[in-house]
């Protein structure tokens, strides 16, 4: 369990706790002490199992999916099981009375009925289940955003690569002697990407067809670069470019493709890109040859793991992310449901 998950598990069981005691003093004074601690223990240990059960997928869930049925449906899911649990409970103190274990006290109704019981407990469970789940899902939008932040910062520390970087500039040194036209269109174009990369990363949004832009001008860029050393197709199918999504997503999975593609005097090799949006679904596919001989590199750019990371938090269980690797290709597929 991650530092997290035991935090969270902290806050329950200390406001399941703080909860117990309240009934604990609100109880019957005449009760005796040893049924009042067994009562307590049982009491706690209700709400404690069922909400920790529950709170795995209640809360984060719901805030990723930005889905309130859910959250609904086991709010009252919960609330249910707790109250009927209450409600067992008072029943086995009642048979542990009369078989004289405990005292008989004016607190436990024995004779009460199963719907009345529920009608009794119900209310008083929702109204602690209430201010539960505000805290809960407090907790867990802050960590949501401080994730976000902490992704976003390392948008920012690494949303320009060097490496990528010096190629481009030595080839516009030497592309600057033999085409100046030529070599003034192509810096134009990367000094737009440069700008793209700098001040897209401390939005949180972008436009989908700034977003799509600023992947043409890179692999405008890499194709000028490789010359006619690499085949490149490119397919955009785009229906609303108004869209908002979070900015350079796309990008680590296009950079690794020219990053890795396949280098060989014989057989030239190809990058295959196709982008589709329709409606709330964008997919984006990226293949490219891979040389057999080549070692596995540390991803450049922004890296796979930072965007699986921003993925979950933005998306939740609306996207779906399929790397496949064979001996002469990589294909990536990412899909996203907005």
């Known amino acids: 369990m991650n530092k997290e998950g035991r935090k969270r598990n902290v806050i329950i069981i200390s406001y ?6 309240l009934v604990w003093f609100s109880r019957d004074k005449e009760m005796p002490f040893s049924e009042r601690m067994f009562s307590f223990i049982a009491f706690a240990a209700i709400y404690i199992v069922i909400s920790l059960c529950f709170s795995k997928t209640l809360f984060r869930k719901t805030i990723q999916n930005r889905k309130t049925l859910p959250l609904v449906v086991k709010f009252f899911l919960m609330s249910g099981c707790m109250a009927v649990g209450l409600h067992f409970m008072d029943k086995m103190f009642c048979s542990l009375e009369q078989i004289g274990l405990f005292q008989s006290t004016y607190y436990l109704d024995e004779t009460l009925p199963f719907m009345g019981g529920m009608r009794d407990i119900f209310p008083s469970v929702v109204a602690s289940n209430l201010i539960f789940c505000v805290i809960l899902l407090y907790y867990e939008y802050s960590l949501l955003q401080q994730s976000n932040l902490e992704a976003q910062l390392k948008v920012l520390h690494a949303q320009v690569n060097p490496h990528s970087m010096f190629n481009v500039l030595n080839y516009l040194y030497v592309l600057i002697q033999k085409d100046t036209e030529l070599a003034s269109a192509l810096l134009l174009k990367y000094s737009d990407t440069l700008r793209y990369q700098l001040y897209s990363g401390k939005s949180e949004t ?10 043409k001008d890179f692999i405008d860029v890499e194709k000028f670069r490789w010359e006619d050393k690499l085949d490149v197709c490119c397919t955009w199918q785009i229906e609303d470019t108004n869209m908002d999504i979070p900015p350079l997503l796309f990008i680590p999975f296009i950079e690794n493709a020219f990053k890795h593609v396949s280098r060989s005097e014989s057989n030239k090799g190809y990058i295959h890109i196709h982008f589709v949006q329709k409606g709330h679904f964008i997919a984006l596919e990226v293949e490219n040859s891979k040389s057999n001989k080549s070692v596995k590199k540390k991803t450049s750019g922004i890296g796979l793991e930072n965007i699986k990371a921003r993925l979950e938090i933005h998306y939740g269980r609306r996207y779906h992310l399929s790397i496949k690797e064979t001996d002469n290709t990589y294909l990536s597929v990412l899909k996203l449901y907005t």
């Open 206 to 215: 972008v436009k989908l067809g700034q977003e799509v832009q600023y992947l």
């Open 16 to 21: 399941w706790l703080g909860i117990s005691l």
